[in-house]
């Protein structure tokens, strides 16, 4: 039989069964597991189905199939730093873009030395695929139009993706005083929809709170929520 004849292990699929192989152990076939369970009676035939399942790996053996990836992890880094440390940009810049920050907090994790991770990043930087400002401007565009942040929030959030404060503060320019109230009214415009019949004062007070927690400031906040509240209470022209 050759190479590509040869049946894969049992093991192949199962956590738990392939940990067991790699450090060296020897795992039981399908029918001596089988053998060694209990048999349940009087279970309908529905259950049996179940029995070709294999049982899911137990919290120690997740937890050394996890220290075995991470062992895998760093002897590779060791092997090859600059190979690897490359790679997992590459990998992280797939479909997203992201911070200098970001990326130097996922090769540290990954254990590649200080001094590589920030000449790569440089140079990642001088050709254009890590570029903050652009990121900063793609956030803030996105999120104010999907979730009608305000730049309050957004600056937040910028701060913890490690944006500058420079091009924080460019890229939060792109958003004006009548972007916020457009966007603060449609959010309460939305959530009214939910609130047929709520106290006036009631609906006052989670209309606010709502603005708040999106980063709008209480004076906007209570200007629209009064806006909007006071044309509901006018009397129809009919």
């Not at 979730?147 to 503060?169: I, M, N, S, T």
């Amino acid at each position: 039989m050759t190479s590509e004849q040869r049946p894969a292990p049992d093991w192949v699929g199962d956590v738990g069964l392939g940990v067991q192989a790699w450090v060296g152990e020897r795992p039981p076939t399908p029918d001596a597991a089988r053998d060694d369970e209990p048999h349940p009676v009087g279970r309908s035939s529905r259950s049996g189905r179940s029995r070709g399942r294999r049982p899911r790996p137990t919290p120690e053996e997740r937890e050394a199939g996890r220290v075995a990836r991470e062992e895998a992890a760093a002897a590779e880094v060791e092997a090859d730093p600059e190979a690897v440390a490359r790679r997992i940009l590459l990998d992280t810049l797939t479909g997203q873009a992201r911070t200098r920050h970001e990326l130097a907090d996922k090769l540290a994790k990954r254990g590649v030395p200080d001094e590589l991770a920030a000449s790569l990043l440089d140079r990642f930087t001088e050709v254009g695929l890590i570029d903050d400002a652009a990121f900063a401007r793609l956030w803030v565009e996105g999120r104010h139009r999907s979730r009608g942040l305000a730049p309050r929030a957004l600056a937040q959030e910028l701060r913890r993706k490690g944006v500058g404060d420079e091009d924080a503060k460019a890229a939060l320019e792109q958003i004006d005083e009548d972007d916020q109230r457009t966007a603060a009214r449609a959010l309460v415009d939305k959530k009214l929809r939910s609130m047929r019949g709520v106290d006036p004062q009631v609906a006052t007070r989670r209309l606010a709170g709502l603005l708040a927690r999106k980063g709008y400031s209480a004076g906007l906040a209570f200007s629209v929520v009064r806006e909007v509240l006071g044309e509901l209470d006018e009397p129809d022209p009919d």
